[in-house]
Structures are given as C-alpha cells and as structure tokens.
C-alpha cells in the first residue's frame, strides 16, 4: 500500500514536471525548468516571459516553432520574435524561428560566463490583431543552467480572463477565477469552477443560469474542450 501511495505521488510529480506554463508579465515571468518546456503563442493573447539562470561555464537556449497556427487547414507563414536579455536589461539579443522549413528554431549559444547572471527570455507572436497567429512552441536551456522552482501551487485556472462567451459577454466585465472555486466579475456576476479532468485540465464552470465546460490552454485561456481557437475565456495580457 505504501510503495502504490508512492508511486502515485511520483506519477503527479511527473505530470506536473511536464505541464505546460507561462507568464503574460513582464515584471512576473514564469520560472523555465529542466528540459522542454512548453507553450502556445497566440497574437491575440500576448508575448510571453521565462527566465532562467546562467552559471559560470557555457549554456545554450532553443526555442523551437513545433505546431504553427492553422486557418481552414493550411498552416500560415509564422514568425515568433524571441528576446534574450538579463535582468539589469544591459544587453538583449533578437532572434526569429519561423513555419519555413529549416527556420524553425532559434539558438542562442554562450561560451564564457563568468558569474551567475538571470536570463529574461520573451516569445512574442506575430503583430497580427485580425486574425489568429502563433502555434506551439518548444523553449529549452542547456549546459551551465540553474532552474528555480515553481513557487505557485494554485491550479492553472486561477486567473484574470476577459470573457468571449456568447452570454452576456459584453456584461460579465473582467472575470477572476479564484482559488476558493469561485468565479467573480467585475459587473456583479458570481459563479463556481470545480475540475471534471485534471490531466486534460477540463472544468465545469457555472455562472448564474449558464453552465460551460471549459478546457485550459496556457497562453489562451478557456477553450471549449477539443476546439481550441473557440475562446470563451481569454486569457489577459497584464
């Protein structure tokens, strides 16, 4: 029974290890870990902030375009913007990864580090407002790297959304999920968030008369499960 206990505790180490997450905020970016990390670039969400560390020794930073945007089936030509910088913001560097073959990844390499230094690290998507752009992305660091851990325990729906719903969207007002399982709005709504799927991050969320199941996409926000450009729930910048 212990041994099973432990392999459970282990099994949702794991998955939360290769969650998928990221910061909208400059001021607040999100903390990189080892290995691949994960994220969808979207033009009408945002660009999106990582840091990590660099320690005396060489390192290298990847970001990979995997899964440009796609419109009635047809990828389109994505360009994501990538921005190193330290934190003191006294030097940055500017690469693209692109959807044209052979251009999907940006590097960044370094050789000769001589002190621990806090690396920014910014994914911006197209500045494109009409139409949806972006895709997945793969975002990576390598070599003399330190990682700290992720300090926010909270589940991922716990958040700021600006509602798209269909529903007295335009009433509704800035929507705040809370830790508490409830859902407030700027204009006097209320509601409640419970989980249906943690894996897939799947919630049933009510407010007032209408009922939603909804799936969390980082980056997004709130998607209709299995549709992932029906928004309902975006996301907000800041």
Known sequence: MEMRKLSVLFALFLMAA???????????????????????????????????????????????LKNPTTL?????????????????????VTKIATSKQNASEATFISNKVEKKIKIIVSVAPPNQNLIRMGG????????????????????????????KTMHYSDSYGAT????????????????????????????????????????????YGLVRPGEPNMIEFQELRR
Do not use: C
């Open 136 to 163: 997945d992305y793969e975002i990576e660091a390598t070599g003399d790297v330190h990682f700290d851990d992720v300090k926010n325990a909270a589940d991922p729906i716990v958040r700021t959304y600006d509602p």
């Open 18 to 64: 290769g969650a998928s997450a990221q910061s909208l905020k400059p001021e607040s970016p999100y903390a990189m870990q080892a290995g691949i990390n994960q994220g969808t670039s979207d033009s009408l969400v945002g660009t999106h902030y990582w840091y990590f560390y660099v320690t005396p020794g060489s390192n290298r930073l990847t970001v990979r």
């Open 72 to 92: 009635y089936g047809s990828k389109l030509n994505t360009v994501l913007t990538v921005t190193v910088t330290d934190d003191k913001k006294t030097w940055k």
């Open 176 to 219: 705040k999920f809370l830790a508490d399982g409830t859902v407030q709005t700027s204009n006097g709504f209320s509601g409640t968030w419970k989980v249906f799927d943690r894996e897939n991050r799947i919630y049933t969320v009510v407010i007032g008369e209408f009922r939603y199941s909804l799936q969390y996409i980082p980056g």
